[in-house]
């Protein structure tokens, strides 16, 4: 079994940050890619930042040179380091990771934390 959990959601002021994290536990191979989804109620779901295996990554225009996202060392865990955050980032964000396993290839997507910018 595979399992993804988020966190690090919360509550910030306009112009604030935060980090939130996405792990992967269980049983895989290597990590291939992983990406960041964001939904606000009534709002489609938005693909927000993507990182590959290689490192590579890149960020919808609404988030570019505000957003980055990052892994550790082990491809365990992933991060998504939010800065200057504006209120149209309130949403609940999703992680999917996309990884090896025995059985192949496969999207695992954790349940979803939330993000809220209000003063």
């Known amino acids: 079994q595979v399992h993804v959990v988020e966190s690090g959601g919360g509550t910030v002021l306009p112009g604030g940050s935060l980090r939130l994290s996405c792990e992967a536990s269980?049983?895989?191979?290597?990590?291939?890619?992983q990406d960041w989804y964001r939904q606000a109620p009534g709002k489609d779901r938005e693909l927000v930042a993507t990182?590959?295996?290689?490192?590579?990554?890149k960020y919808a225009d609404s988030v570019k040179g505000r957003f980055t996202s990052s892994r550790d060392g082990a491809s365990t865990t992933v991060y998504l380091q939010m800065t200057n955050l504006k209120p149209e980032d309130t949403a609940v964000y999703y992680c999917?990771?996309?990884?090896?396993?025995?059985?192949?290839?496969?999207?695992?997507w954790g349940q979803g934390t939330q993000v809220t910018v209000s003063s």
């Open positions: 999917d990771m996309y990884l090896r396993t025995s059985g192949g290839l496969g999207s695992y």
């Open positions: 269980g049983s895989f191979l290597s990590f291939v890619e």
């Open positions: 990182i590959r295996h290689t490192g590579d990554t």
